[in-house]
DNA sequence: ATGTTGCATCGATAAACATCAATACAACCC
DNA sequence: GGGTTGTATTGATGTTTATCGATGCAACAT
């Protein structure tokens, strides 16, 4: 019994076909783009804070009740960074009731993970 | 409800990550910081491309003369951008004679990869 | 219905950013 | 020296972004 992997979920497959890795190829134009969304929405502190607090609760999801408070920011601050997290794809949710919650899309963080990855294996003084 | 995606990694993490990962615990505030910057140093298509053809030469070294006929973009331009990357710690650089030459720092991109790789792991409970 | 609470959206503002043309600097060549 | 080439810095400009207060909207409670 080795590793076992499943994936659900529209990303195809990890480190390897899909997407070439930071280091194995210069990046084309259209890709570097998409990805640099995605570094970007991570590129604040308050997104990357948020980020982590979501992705951690590992069963799943967080209030935004939860979130806010963390900050010492205003809520339609905090609304904002989740937003723009939500629209890159790292995160989503739902409204249940009064409360809405959070909770993370692992396959973008997986996606970049993989892209980030690649850089190991060629330089092999780590 | 909404899905939630079921990732099992039967990897043995040897990836031996000195930071706590995305995943694994919320992000204090300093560490949001510093690693926002280099998120942010990486956000943005032009630096991501740089980053890339810098990268990827594996044994070693590009010469802004080969980067800036890449682009679209005024020399001064991606002398900019080039010099963001540096100050973030992801490319150094020399000069030698009239060039100056540029190569990865895999270190940092390494804490990056080992940062968002322990994402993958702790999707265990759905 | 009326009030209350949780969250999102809107509009405004100040700061940060990407970009360029112009210029400066550094090293070479003659 | 003077001229040329490669790269960095400066200063200006238009755009994006982070942030807030005010407001809107949705779901509850009474």
Redesign the pocket.
């Known amino acids: 019994m080795s590793k076992q992997e499943l994936v659900v979920l529209g990303q195809s497959d990890e480190s390897g076909a899909c997407c070439p890795g930071l280091v194995t190829a210069p990046l084309d134009e259209d890709r570097a783009t998409d990805l640099a969304k995605l570094f970007?929405a991570l590129?604040?502190?308050?997104?990357l804070r948020l980020m982590s607090m979501i992705a951690s609760r590992s069963g799943g999801e967080v209030?935004?009740?939860?979130?806010?408070p963390a900050?010492?920011?205003?809520?339609?601050?905090?609304?904002?960074?989740?937003?723009?997290l939500?629209q890159a794809g790292l995160i989503d949710?739902e409204?249940?009731?009064?409360?809405?919650?959070?909770w993370a899309l692992p396959a973008t963080l997986d996606r970049l993970a993989a892209f980030l990855k690649a850089s190991q294996t060629a330089e092999a003084t780590a």
């Open positions: 970007k590129g604040d502190p308050v997104r209030c935004v009740c939860d979130l806010t900050f010492d920011l205003s809520q339609p601050t905090i609304s904002h960074h989740l937003k723009l939500r949710c409204r249940r009731g009064t409360w809405v919650y959070y």
